[in-house]
């Protein structure tokens, strides 16, 4: 039973979601503001659903915090068409965003791939790992590690590494890494996997000659290339 996280100061909003994902079969734990929600957060929460606008602490400063200390998978929820929103929750580490007011379906379509990808890691043997170059991940333990450097990757940005090192050389779309890595179709104007892939760039020291590991291919998608 995945245990899920709100922190909105909507209740009634807020209050609805809960009786929504109890009929999921989740375990469902509700805070009306930033601080309250992060006293909320233990080992025990496998998904944070996070409101942007919120007194004491926005969704922003909650997420900056919150990342400080944890890795659990967060889904922003921001105002409808405001896209500034959306960037600046993924660049501050948001596994996805979510629109209001948005539908039933969406949310829980959203909820159950973000899970989906976090529950899979947690099933497999702590000790197995996949390697490439001097890239090697424990998939059983979401972690990942660069000569040997342990990688500060948030639960998206490690399974879009994985991803990336099962299809070395190989040009990746941005539809096939938002089907197959964050389990959504790419809508028109969908800068998560943009965001996703920058983030990751970022954290992943370049080649020896100064190259980043992964490429962008302008209109085609991306590639993970090797150092000379």
Excluded at 90 to 97: F, I, P, R, W
Excluded at 184 to 193: E, G, H, M, Q
Aim: contains cysteine.
């Amino acid at each position: 039973m995945p245990h899920i996280l709100i922190i909105d100061d909507d209740v009634e909003l807020s209050d609805l979601l809960k009786e929504v994902l109890s009929f999921e079969n989740c375990a469902v734990s509700v805070a009306y503001d930033g601080l309250s929600g992060l006293e909320a957060v233990d080992d025990s929460v496998d998904l944070i659903l996070l409101d942007v606008m919120m007194p004491k602490l926005n969704g922003f400063e909650t997420l900056k915090q919150l990342r400080e200390k944890w890795d659990v998978p967060v889904l922003m929820l921001t105002a409808k068409g405001d896209e500034i929103d959306r960037v600046v929750g993924l660049e501050l580490g948001a596994d996805d965003y979510l629109p209001k007011p948005f539908s039933e379906r969406e949310l829980l379509a959203r909820i159950r791939a973000i899970l989906r990808r976090t529950q899979v890691s947690k099933g497999q043997p702590q000790n197995d790992f996949v390697t490439y170059r001097d890239i090697k991940l424990y998939p059983g333990r979401l972690e990942a590690y660069c000569n040997g450097d342990l990688l500060d990757l948030t639960s998206t940005e490690f399974a879009l590494l994985h991803y990336f090192l099962l299809h070395p050389g190989t040009v990746l779309t941005k539809e096939d890494l938002s089907l197959d890595v964050l389990g959504k179709r790419l809508a028109a104007f969908d800068r998560a996997i943009d965001m996703h892939v920058s983030n990751l760039r970022k954290k992943l020291p370049d080649w020896p000659n100064g190259k980043p590991r992964i490429k962008t291919l302008r209109g085609r998608g991306y590639l993970l290339v090797e150092g000379d």
